[in-house]
């Protein structure tokens, strides 16, 4: 079966946009959804000691771990343990230095 020679520049013209990949498509979306992870943390400094509190609204398992930095130079700057924050999850860490807190963090890693 021949095409007619109308037809033949539309029929190679759609091969070539299907042979396309999903990312070179004029249709494809260009804005990606962002990746849904991480707990919200906020934290509070009452002297010396530190506690923070993590809520994961999201359906991948995070692990928080709480940082502190302390002000003087001999006083030991601490790394808490990994705690794993489940879905709609809240969980508590803590921490302290023996005298005066600089700075505070969590991080966040993907179980």
């Given at each position: 079966m021949r095409l007619s020679r109308s037809l033949a520049p539309i029929a190679v013209a759609a091969v070539l946009l299907m042979s396309l990949p999903q990312e070179a498509s004029p249709h494809a979306r260009e804005d990606k959804a962002p990746d849904l992870f991480g707990a919200a943390c906020y934290s509070k400094?009452?002297?010396s000691r530190v506690t923070a509190y993590c809520h994961n609204p999201y359906p991948d398992v995070d692990r928080v771990r709480l940082?502190?930095?302390?002000?003087?130079w001999w006083d030991v700057d601490s790394d808490g343990a990994p705690?794993?924050?489940?879905?709609a999850q809240t969980v508590r860490l803590d921490g302290r230095c023996w005298k005066e807190v600089r700075s505070v963090w969590v991080s966040h890693q993907k179980a």
């Open positions: 400094i009452t002297g940082h502190i930095e302390c002000d003087r705690v794993e924050a489940g879905p």
